[in-house]
């Protein structure tokens, strides 16, 4: 079992920065990814890192979003940077088990609880 629990959503301005953390217990994954969830959308694959420190991320955050991780702490980030109203969502911390790089959805069977993201623009 993995345990995942998020913080450090909240409100900002169009072209402001926000940092995502997400606390990590229980068995090691093979990767964590973040995902987020717009009002009346499906839930979205942002980025994902692996054990190895292999990065992917979405087009639409590229170049804005940086995933990473701290192992001493075991605490995922996600810093988020040049934000814009359509990063509004819910954005859920996740990990899998399923080796290689899966940007899927259904690969994470683990999920935090969720953390709201609110860009005014």
């Known amino acids: 079992q993995v345990q995942l629990l998020e913080s450090g959503g909240g409100l900002v301005q169009s072209g402001g920065s926000l940092r995502l953390s997400c606390a990590v217990s229980?068995?090691?994954?093979?990767?964590m990814g973040w995902f987020r969830e717009a009002p009346r959308k499906d839930r979205e694959f942002v980025a994902r890192?692996?054990?190895?420190?292999?990065?992917t991320y979405a087009d639409s955050v590229k170049g804005r979003f940086t995933i990473s991780r701290i192992n001493a702490e075991n605490t995922l980030n996600l810093q988020m940077n040049s934000l814009k109203p359509e990063d509004t969502a819910v954005y859920y911390c996740?990990?899998?088990?399923?080796?290689?790089?899966?940007?899927?959805?259904?690969?994470?069977?683990?999920w935090g609880q969720g953390t709201q993201v609110t860009v005014s623009s």
């Open positions: 996740a990990a899998t088990m399923v080796s290689g790089i899966t940007t899927r959805r259904n690969d994470y069977i683990y």
């Open positions: 229980g068995r090691a994954p093979y990767a």
């Open positions: 890192i692996d054990w190895t420190g292999i990065t």
